[in-house]
């Protein structure tokens, strides 16, 4: 009986060869196979409010409009503000003429006035000494009380105070103003100025306007309503930029490079993808959110990822579920 080993050895080569291949088929099917992904879209909204508040006198626009930025889309009572500008106008100018009157110094006029009165004062401190000198020497003599000669001389020191305070003043009116004075009025005057520019900011700020392209999602309240600043009005839905907000996990990891060009899908057009590209990877893990639909475990550690979709149209819509592929070129690198 022929012995039966090297049958059992070619069956043994046999199975580790199929074994071999079919390790290296499923390897080079795994290669092969396209990354998904799945997400949801993303595109951001922007809360419209009037900075300042007041009676609400007008909309513009209603939900579902689609508008372009710099377009009105509603207006406040502009009455009190038009009255709160004109107030601060009238300060502006009232402070202006009192800087300029300041800066001009005293008129020719006024400088005249004062040396006529340092005249006038010089002539009665000198009558008011010539006659307490004379009193002296009546005194002298006796022929005056000590009271008479007390009156004289303090007509005396009072004639020479007034001609001081008369000189003082000239010399006052013809060197002008003082720093101190000139730098207050000037602070009052920019005080002025910056409550004027406050003042025609706000009356701006009773129109609002669309910052950029997009849809009215929410119209949230009616004209005649009173208004505080800061209360939402609008809420707008920017046309674009437009993104799609999708998770990879740890090992496809290194696939997700900003920069990766892939295709989008939707329900709606299988056949006929959107193009993006990955603008931003996170780089801290979390896990699977329940809202994507993922045939891995959700509770797997994921990436989030942000893919700009460059020939977005109208048919992408707030939180539309969408199936992201990377390119074949992509998948392998």
Request: proline share 4%.
């Amino acid at each position: 009986m022929k012995s039966k080993k090297p049958i059992v050895i070619a069956v043994v080569v046999v199975a580790l060869i199929a074994a071999g291949l079919g390790g290296w088929f499923w390897y080079k099917s795994q290669q092969d196979q396209t990354l998904t992904l799945y997400g949801n879209v993303d595109i951001r909204t922007v809360n419209m409010s009037f900075r300042v508040g007041g009676r609400l006198a007008a909309l513009q626009v209603d939900e579902g409009d689609a508008i372009k930025a710099g377009t009105t889309l509603g207006e406040l009572d502009q009455g009190p503000y038009q009255n709160a500008l004109l107030q601060a106008q009238a300060n502006v100018a009232a402070a202006q003429a009192k800087f300029d009157l300041i800066i001009a110094g005293y008129r020719d006029e006024e400088i005249a006035q004062a040396a006529a009165q340092v005249n006038q004062a010089q002539a009665a401190a000198d009558y008011a000494q010539n006659f307490y000198q004379r009193q002296q020497g009546l005194w002298a003599r006796r022929v005056v009380s000590a009271n008479e000669l007390e009156n004289a001389r303090s007509s005396s020191d009072q004639a020479k105070a007034t001609l001081k305070a008369a000189r003082d003043k000239l010399s006052q009116y013809k060197k002008g103003n003082r720093p101190q004075e000139i730098a207050q009025a000037q602070a009052s005057l920019q005080q002025a100025k910056a409550q004027l520019a406050q003042a025609q900011l706000d009356l701006q700020d009773t129109t609002l306007i669309a910052p950029s392209d997009g849809t009215i999602l929410t119209r949230a309240v009616e004209p005649g309503s009173m208004l505080n600043a800061g209360s939402t009005v609008l809420t707008l839905s920017l046309t674009r930029p437009v993104w799609v907000r999708a998770y990879v996990n740890e090992v496809s990891l290194n696939q997700a490079k900003p920069g990766t060009e892939l295709l989008v899908y939707t329900d709606g057009r299988p056949d006929k993808p959107y193009h993006g590209k990955i603008g931003f990877v996170s780089p801290t893990a979390e896990f699977t959110p329940k809202t994507v639909e993922t045939p891995d475990l959700r509770t797997d550690l994921v990436y989030r990822l942000r893919i700009i979709v460059t020939d977005a149209d109208d048919a992408l819509r707030q939180g539309m579920p969408v199936t992201v592929k990377f390119n074949d070129e992509n998948a392998h690198e």
